[in-house]
T-cell receptor, first 116, second 112 residues
Framework: EAGVVQSPRYKIIEKKQPVAFWCNPI?????LYWYLQNLGQGPELLIRYENEEAVDDSQLPKDRFSAERLKGVDSTLKIQPAELGDSAVYLC??????????????FGPGTRLTVL | QKEVEQNSGPLSVPEGAIASLNCTYSDRGSQSFFWYRQYSGKSPELIMFIYSNGDKEDGRFTAQLNKASQYVSLLIRDSQPSDSATYLC????????????FGAGTRLFVKA
């Protein structure tokens, strides 16, 4: 079974430029998460989708970050404009989303963003 | 503020020893708890989850949960150098649906 797929794996941009990350979750997983992870820290949730609905986006900086999950499958996270402090690893994860054990999250390889 | 606390380490153990990793959580509403392993430059990978008080064993790994003390631990028996990584503890949502909170992780070094 294929895991969570993310692209690109690495991205280097100059500040004020836009950037987009793409995620394809595990087949059949209804819940999709976008996390930000800084060095030496645990993942921090940016947004969580249940199917195509964003059910928790309280930590998403909405002035510059946006996300969408069309048809409840793939998702895109966008930053416009990027700032130096956005340099981090952006992780996508998915889970079945039903019941306690099914909330186990499986992570993609992440996108390492460097803003110069 | 819901929190998950872990000792950042590094925790250093000799090969073959038992490594003990600990985690506390602040929200009594947490129902499920997860241990992830993260190698440097890689994404977190699930080791095991637990949601009942007591012990849960899977191979060389044992997770322990004490909800009264709000404490979760992970024991790694017969530690191997390949176990050297950062171990993330996470407290997962209850049926009310609050988000999973991750700790900052404990770095483990297993010396050959």
């Amino acid at each position: 079974e294929a895991g969570v797929v993310q692209s690109p794996r690495y991205k280097i941009i100059e500040k004020k430029q836009p950037v987009a990350f793409w995620c394809n979750p595990i087949s059949g997983h209804n819940t999709l998460y976008w996390y930000l992870q800084n060095l030496g820290q645990g993942p921090e949730l940016l947004i969580r989708y249940e199917n195509e609905e964003a059910v928790d986006d309280s930590q998403l900086p909405k002035d510059r970050f946006s996300a969408e999950r069309l048809k409840g499958v793939d998702s895109t996270l966008k930053i416009q404009p990027a700032e130096l402090g956005d340099s981090a690893v952006y992780l996508c994860a998915s889970s079945l989303g039903q019941g306690v054990s099914a909330d186990t999250q499986y992570f993609g390889p992440g996108t390492r963003l460097t803003v110069l | 503020q819901k929190e998950v606390e872990q000792n950042s380490g590094p925790l250093s153990v000799p090969e073959g020893a038992i490594a003990s990793l600990n985690c506390t959580y602040s929200d009594r509403g947490s129902q499920s708890f997860f241990w992830y392993r993260q190698y440097s430059g890689k994404s977190p990978e699930l080791i095991m989850f637990i949601y009942s008080n007591g012990d849960k064993e899977d191979g060389r790994f044992t997770a322990q949960l004490n909800k009264a003390s709000q404490y979760v631990s992970l024991l790694i028996r017969d530690s191997q150098p390949s176990d050297s990584a950062t171990y993330l503890c996470a407290a997962g949502p209850n049926t009310g649906g609050f988000k999973t909170i991750f700790g900052a992780g404990t770095r483990l070094f297993v010396k050959a």
